[in-house]
């Protein structure tokens, strides 16, 4: 299944600053039923977003009218737990293209970078900066540059960048998912097989 291109994008952020965040608050083990990718974005940190009764929880940020974009800010250790890849699958799903945090579980970065989600970590420092930016204006836009490998406060002025794998990258870059990679060096591919 090819990937989205991602290169660019400017955005407004969705704040989330909770730690340890593992896949199971993410998206709960009840709501694994599909093997499709579709879907699961209704179900995005369910437990948190809605009350026992079904009922939208109006303190849970997803809920929060002042806050939208697809740039999703986790705190530290983001993604920890369960290797599911439901839950990389409910947060593109729902929307987001970008995950921030300072740290990963290295294997939700793999299951988000493989549906076409960005994993943008940052150090704790500019993380919190994200944090306060956000609440004191919801309407504040960042930049992910994949291209330079940077994340901009654009509000602040202030640009860091980021780490990612060169092979992940370029697959982002133009869409490819892992099988496209190949299809790609088709012709490089028979020509070595000539040689």
Known sequence: ??????????????????????????????????VERKGFGDNLFRDWRYKKDGTPNADFVLNNARFSGQILVGGKNFGSGSSREHAAWAIYDAGFRVVVSSFFADIFKSNVLNCGLLPVQVSDQFLASIFETVEADPTAKFEVDLENQTITNIAAGVSVKFDINSYKKECLLNGYD??????SLNDEIIAFEKA
């Open 1 to 34: 299944m090819s990937i989205e291109k991602f290169q660019k994008l400017v955005s407004t952020v969705v704040p989330l600053p909770i730690e340890n965040v593992d896949t199971d608050q993410i998206i709960p083990a009840r709501f694994l039923k599909a």
């Open 178 to 183: 892992d099988i496209d990679f190949l299809i």
